[in-house]
């Protein structure tokens, strides 16, 4: 995923689905210097790791 659309989902009033490893995320922040995002699985909140933006795929409904 690119930097700007990630930016979007991050500030969209709605739910996107974003998936990193197959599994459905979260995006907390996107880290522009780094093209990276904090992020947690929707099922697991207490988990947050920081994954490279490339690994983060939309998931077309």
């Given amino acids: 995923m690119n930097k700007e659309r990630a930016k979007e ?3 969209s009033d709605e739910m996107i ?5 197959q599994r459905p995320i979260y995006i907390e ?8 995002a904090r992020v947690h699985p929707v ?10 933006l490339y ?7």
Avoid: A, G
């Fill in 43 to 52: 099922d697991q909140p207490n988990i947050v790791q920081e994954v490279p």
């Fill in 29 to 36: 922040e996107v880290i522009e210097r780094s093209e990276t």
């Fill in 55 to 61: 690994d983060l795929k939309e998931q077309q409904e």
């Fill in 17 to 21: 689905n974003v998936t990193h490893d």
């Fill in 9 to 11: 989902i991050f500030h």
